[in-house]
């Protein structure tokens, strides 16, 4: 690290590569793998492709989760911070994971930050626009709670 944390897209720093994101990208992610194309295509709408380099900050402990983030390619640790500063990483997501599902699902603030370990291509998928998907498409809510539960 090099002392200063580069944002992604979903943070406010246009500098990384964002394009739209084609349903069938969504196959890539366990929790995806299963939906009829009727939701992929619902979830492709609300959804951008990010490309960001290693040690870039995606997420802040405290702070809302916009964004649902799938990892497509490279590695994501999500490390919880204690009262004195000291950081710890609690897990790190795989190409095919998920993080800050619980954040946006419930709207609250993230339990943990979430950066970068190489560099990654992942998901964002709009918390606003999932939480209004949920309400029509029941079989993505269905998938969203197994996830959870894995």
């Given at each position: 690290?090099?002392?200063?944390?580069?944002?992604?897209?979903?943070?406010?720093?246009?500098?990384?590569?964002?394009?739209?994101?084609?349903?069938?990208?969504?196959?890539?992610?366990?929790?995806?793998?299963?939906?009829?194309?009727?939701?992929?295509?619902?979830?492709?709408?609300?959804?951008?492709?990010?490309?960001?380099?290693?040690d870039t900050m995606l997420c802040r402990q405290?702070?809302?989760?916009?964004?649902?983030?799938?990892?497509?390619?490279?590695?994501?640790?999500?490390?919880?911070?204690?009262?004195?500063?000291?950081?710890?990483?609690?897990?790190?997501?795989?190409?095919?994971?998920?993080l800050m599902l619980s954040a946006v699902l419930?709207?609250?603030?993230?339990?943990?930050?979430?950066?970068?370990?190489?560099?990654?291509?992942?998901?964002?998928?709009?918390?606003?626009?999932?939480?209004?998907?949920?309400?029509?498409?029941?079989?993505?809510?269905?998938?969203?709670?197994?996830?959870?539960?894995?």
């Open positions: 690290m090099d002392g200063t944390d580069r944002m992604t897209p979903l943070m406010g720093d246009a500098s990384t590569d964002t394009t739209p994101v084609a349903f069938s990208q969504f196959r890539d992610a366990l929790v995806f793998r299963d939906l009829a194309d009727g939701a992929l295509a619902g979830l492709a709408a609300i959804s951008t492709l990010v490309t960001v380099p290693e405290g702070t809302p989760a916009d964004r649902l983030l799938v990892v497509l390619e490279g590695q994501v640790t999500l490390e919880n911070a204690t009262q004195g500063g000291a950081s710890a990483v609690v897990e790190v997501v795989q190409p095919g994971g998920h419930s709207g609250l603030p993230s339990l943990m930050s979430a950066r970068t370990v190489t560099p990654a291509r992942l998901i964002g998928v709009e918390a606003t626009g999932l939480r209004t998907l949920l309400h029509r498409e029941i079989s993505l809510a269905s998938a969203l709670l197994r996830a959870e539960a894995l």
